[in-house]
């Protein structure tokens, strides 16, 4: 029978009913549904049948985008929609857009009538940095590469220009890729900035504005160095991250250090390296500002996008370097990470990329226990010779132990009495000493599936450290592949309590991955008619990941050297469906992954790209046709977006399996 109107309202209003979540920003609140898909009627008939309940979602896939619609290959693309089931077989379809923010290097409003750069950087002392590249026309920096963003609310919060819910973002810029002459590279060389966005939420539709950009004074904490992935915390703050911590044995002639130096202090010797490479935390004031400090105590390695566990206490850690490891604190207070222990696994036999094969387990080796006020001090006060020796050739002295660590091999002997201080300061050259499995590459984004105990880490490549016989595979740590796989993995990895570290103490955490497995891999191919070095089908290269308890699914973006077009895909963990949910702009990267199961009633999914146009080896195919393009769309190629995936209401459909 074709349905009424007062039909579709019953159906609308009993599949309402039972739903604990609404899908996506701007598809379901009560109503904007019924006005979309009820004509508007302010009354509705009593609802007799049993209400049908939230059943899960799923997402259809979009095709990869190609030069038959080079525009599409040139800025953000979104071909696919969220069905969201229902308990009766019911389903709602709703079409997917992006929405930005704003691109940065654009003007953004400041909260107090004016404007102010988006993505702009600043020295210690607050001042603009100017890039004067290009003689006749300086100009602030700001950033082509926004990077970790969290998604929150807090009490009692009032921001004025805001209508309706006030919500914050907190966004964080990891570098910029070139200054304005095009040839200058600018990656390090400045300091990252973070900023506290106040976004007004449309209680009806869900959608967001931007109403107030507020920079982050980072002074107090010395600024901040090459921040990446980040995360939001049980308790409400952004966790941030500080990566490829600068080698504090070489920064006195080091020219990126140098230059980020004095962006930074005006001098080429004020920074100290040993005050970078720690975990930073913005807490969000009432009224959009922000404050910041770091922990000096999770140790001093590639943070990368950390992931807290429910008990407020575990902290699961990425490690994007070549010879990175699995690093795990445990904070002796629930939320405070400014006290607590650091462990780094050692990874038992039977490591394998085959999703097929059978975990291989991991026993925890602790570092140390140490205050972030303690490794601080130490920190400024400790020069790098004073802590250990080291050699990049065999001196021939048995005291010194080879290593390799940060992709080098070296040769280390440890300064008497230095325990603590290599364990929280130079903590990728002592988890090597003391016998971590320190094998592998690129180790970057990790997350949580709470319901199951299982968390996620993504390897954005499989190779150097991590292949049998190569020069930077340690012999006997446990990571040991017979063939690289460039396109990368995400491990999966269990959680348990109970555990006991190298010397018989109890470890404690009830959230300690035992074991590590292969999830999903992506595929290395020959280069195909576009470019494409790895399956176009499949991930490449997977760096944010982000998992939804309420859908079930693992968000994982890429950052490929082997896809021409990075992506943003959605992977259900229960029918293992990978589905492509959206394409970045070419030679850019998908990053800022953040996804937000409720609030306020909405569910989000944010997302940004880096550094469009960045065109590496991959992209002769298309370069000559999506440069100047990708030039108008972003500023020059100087310009990427922050925002998120929503839901086009008008485009949303009801049916009836």
């Not at 923010?101 to 750069?117: A, E, N």
């Not at 026309?137 to 963003?149: E, I, L, N």
């Not at 130490?378 to 940060?406: C, E, G, H, S, W």
């Not at 046709?625 to 086009?648: E, F, H, M, R, S």
């Amino acid at each position: 029978m074709k349905s009424t109107p007062e039909t579709s309202r019953r159906r609308v209003l009993q599949m309402l009913a039972g739903m604990p979540m609404l899908p996506l920003a701007g598809t379901l609140s009560a109503s904007s549904v019924l006005l979309t898909a009820c004509g508007g009627s302010d009354s509705a008939a009593p609802v007799t049948a049993a209400p049908a309940t939230y059943n899960g979602v799923s997402f259809t896939a979009m095709a990869a985008p190609n030069l038959s619609n080079a525009a599409a290959m040139a800025t953000t693309t979104v071909g696919s929609s969220m069905t969201v089931n229902f308990s009766d077989a019911s389903k709602l379809d709703i079409k997917l857009t992006y929405q930005p923010f704003f691109i940065t290097g654009t003007q953004v409003p400041d909260g107090s009538g004016g404007t102010i750069l988006a993505g702009g950087y600043y020295d210690i002392y607050g001042q603009p940095i100017i890039d004067n590249t290009v003689l006749t026309s300086p100009r602030q920096y700001f950033s082509d590469s926004p990077d970790g963003t969290s998604l929150l609310t807090v009490a009692n919060a009032k921001v004025t220009g805001v209508k309706g819910n006030t919500v914050f973002a907190v966004v964080q810029f990891e570098y910029t890729t070139w200054a304005q002459d095009g040839v200058t590279p600018m990656y390090g060389k400045l300091p990252s900035p973070i900023a506290v966005l106040t976004l007004d939420q449309d209680p009806v539709t869900g959608q967001l504005k931007l109403v107030k950009y507020h920079n982050v004074d980072t002074s107090a904490v010395n600024g901040l160095w090459i921040t990446c992935g980040a995360s939001l915390s049980p308790w409400g703050t952004h966790l941030s991250s500080e990566e490829y911590e600068p080698n504090a044995f070489t920064a006195a002639t080091d020219a990126q250090f140098k230059a980020f130096s004095t962006n930074l202090y005006g001098s080429a010797t004020a920074a100290n390296p040993y005050n970078y490479g720690h975990l930073p935390e913005v807490t969000v004031n009432t009224d959009g500002t922000g404050s910041i400090k770091k922990h000096y105590c999770l140790g001093r390695i590639s943070h990368e996008l950390v992931q807290v566990m429910p008990d407020n206490r575990t902290v699961f850690m990425g490690d994007d370097a070549t010879n990175s490891g699995y690093f795990v604190f445990v904070a002796d207070k629930e939320k405070d990470l400014s006290s607590g222990s650091l462990y780094v696994a050692k990874v038992g036999a039977g490591f394998s990329l085959d999703p097929a094969a059978a975990a291989a387990p991991l026993t925890w080796i602790k570092l140390g226990s140490a205050t972030s006020a303690e490794i601080k001090k130490l920190a400024t006060t400790l020069k790098a010779t004073d802590i250990m020796d080291v050699k990049t050739t065999d001196p021939l002295d048995a005291t010194y132990t080879k290593v390799n660590a940060n992709g080098k091999t070296e040769w280390i002997k440890l300064v008497a009495g230095m325990e603590k201080a290599a364990a929280f300061l130079e903590t990728h050259r002592y988890a090597a000493l003391v016998g971590a499995s320190m094998g592998f590459t690129k180790m970057e984004g990790t997350t949580v599936n709470v319901k199951d105990k299982v968390a996620y880490s993504a390897l954005q490549n499989c190779q150097a450290s991590m292949v049998a016989g190569h020069a930077l595979n340690t012999v006997g740590n446990g990571i040991s592949i017979a063939k690289q796989l460039v396109a990368g993995a995400v491990m999966a990895l269990n959680l348990q309590g109970g555990q006991l570290d190298d010397k018989g103490a109890a470890i404690n955490s009830e959230w300690m991955p035992v074991d590590t497995k292969a999830l999903i891999t992506g595929e290395d191919i020959t280069a195909d008619a576009l470019g494409n070095t790895a399956n176009p089908d499949k991930i490449a290269n997977p760096d944010n990941l982000k998992f939804s308890e309420k859908m079930r699914t693992l968000f994982i973006g890429e950052d490929s050297g082997q896809h021409v077009n990075n992506f943003l895909w959605a992977y259900n963990i229960d029918t293992k469906v990978l589905s492509r949910i959206m394409s970045i702009p070419a030679g850019g990267e998908s990053t800022g992954l953040h996804a937000v199961d409720e609030l306020n009633g909405w569910t989000y999914i944010m997302s940004n790209f880096q550094h469009p146009g960045d065109w590496g080896s991959i992209h002769g195919v298309v370069k000559g046709t999506l440069d100047p393009l990708i030039k108008a769309n972003y500023n020059n190629k100087a310009g990427a977006a922050v925002g998120y995936l929503t839901g086009q209401v008008a485009q949303m459909k009801l049916s009836k399996a």
